[in-house]
């Protein structure tokens, strides 16, 4: 099993899905979000006096850059509505093992023809050095535009997470994993191109490697991505992302009704407090 869909009806992660993550260190789940939920979840990423007044931007070593926006607790908006339902937390709860909280949100924006790439790295190369004693962690990658090898879409190394944490360092104004361990990794592990249409999604395990190529195309390619941490994995150390802090689950239907448009509470990132990378305010 590759993928699986959603469907709104009786949707239950299985022990195969269980498995296949175990296994590969992600999976993918097709139209997490229906083209009405991403419509409403666009409006509100693209409104330039909400959540992209927020926004700063993030070079590689080429030259290139993305812009990118990172809030600390989901808020009561559509963004939170989808950061604390069912087929997204609750999933991620499932594929962990466990209760989990937010650790944060981000907004990744790479634009047509000047978005940068993304080095290898795994999350938890620089979470362990916020106190995180476990990998207990993982994300969710959801598509809001069409991801693709031409737009610089999300690569992984299939099974790279078994390989446990690897150790990383500042690589052009961003933390990479050391190169030489990944170059005998890619011997022995299969790369995958994951392309997304608008609203899949991709759920991986904190470890696995990853990385994305520029975007030299005339589409540009935005992600929106949840991270969560088990809450049994408190991080010992007070640091620019949450302590454990209980999350609110909601239903699915959540996202639709939402009608809240404030971003109180979200404690959105300034890019000085973000040691993980090197970054400015966007203009």
């Known amino acids: 099993m590759e993928s699986c869909v959603y469907e709104a009806d009786g949707f239950q992660v299985t022990a195969e ?9 992600y999976i993918i789940i097709r139209s997490v979000l229906s083209g009405e939920e991403l419509r409403r979840l666009k409006e509100a990423l693209e409104n330039d006096d909400g ?15 993305n812009r990118m926006c990172l809030w600390n607790h989901p808020g009561d908006d559509i963004t939170g509505m989808v950061g604390r339902c069912e087929k997204v937390a609750g999933t ?23 978005g940068g790439a993304f080095v290898w790295h795994q999350d938890y190369g620089y979470w362990y050095k916020n106190g995180c004693l476990f990998p207990d962690m993982g994300t969710v990658f959801i598509a809001i535009d069409q991801s693709d090898t031409e737009n610089g879409c999300l690569k992984v190394l299939k099974g790279s997470h078994a390989a446990g944490r690897i150790e990383h360092i500042m690589v052009g104004g961003q933390t990479g994993a050391d190169l030489e361990r990944v ?8 790369l995958v191109d ?29 992600a ?18 949450p302590q454990y802090t209980p999350l609110i689950k909601v239903p699915d239907r959540a996202v639709l009704s939402c009608v ?15 040691n993980t990378s090197v970054g400015r305010l966007a203009p």
């Open 260 to 274: 809240e448009k404030g971003l109180s509470g979200k404690d959105f990132m300034n890019p000085a407090n973000d």
């Open 183 to 190: 170059e005998h990794l890619q011997k022995v592990l299969p």
């Open 17 to 25: 899905m269980k498995q296949q993550y175990e296994r590969d260190g």
């Open 92 to 114: 991620m709860e499932k594929l962990l093992g466990g209760e989990v909280y937010h650790y944060h949100t981000k907004l990744m924006m790479k634009e047509a023809r000047t």
């Open 224 to 241: 929106f991505l949840i991270a969560y941490n088990r809450a049994s994995n408190n991080p010992v150390e007070v640091h620019h992302h």
């Open 194 to 222: 994951v392309e997304l249409s608008p609203g899949d999604a991709v759920y991986f395990h904190c470890n696995l490697l990853h990385r994305s190529d520029a975007n030299r195309s005339d589409r540009r390619r935005w």
């Open 51 to 65: 959540i992209m007044k927020h926004s700063y931007v993030v070079g590689d070593d080429k030259g290139r850059c």
